[in-house]
């Protein structure tokens, strides 16, 4: 079984930064994709950032400038680095991983249970 494990979310004045993490661990042989979704109470769960194993990252608009996606392929881990975070970034964060867990095996998208970012004003 894979797990991703997400930290960092908490509160935050409009303005603040803040920096969310994820681990994936489990039976990985590979993840091309991580990244970052989030989900507005009330609304559908939005990207927000994915970082792609030879490509640049890809950046929802809203936070483009803002957030900054990393990761690390070695330690399967992602990071999302949020500053000028505003009210309308309040939403819980659910990292995601495309796993493949065998050389030959299909790929599995993995989410993480999310964490939660407020904002306020």
């Known amino acids: 079984q894979v797990q991703l494990v997400e930290s960092g979310g908490g509160l935050v004045q409009a303005g603040g930064s803040l920096r969310l993490s994820c681990a994936a661990s489990?039976?990985?042989?590979?993840?091309?994709?991580m990244g970052w979704y989030r989900q507005a109470p009330g609304k559908q769960r939005e990207l927000v950032a994915l970082a792609i194993v030879g490509r640049t990252p890809n950046y929802a608009d809203r936070v483009k400038g803002r957030f900054t996606i990393s990761r690390d392929n070695a330690q399967n881990t992602v990071n999302l680095q949020m500053n000028s975070l505003n009210p309308e970034d309040t939403a819980v964060y659910f990292c995601l991983a495309d796993v493949k867990e065998e050389r030959n095996g299909p790929t599995t998208r993995r989410w993480g249970h999310g964490t939660q970012v407020t904002v306020s004003s």
């Open positions: 489990g039976s990985i042989f590979s993840i091309n994709v």
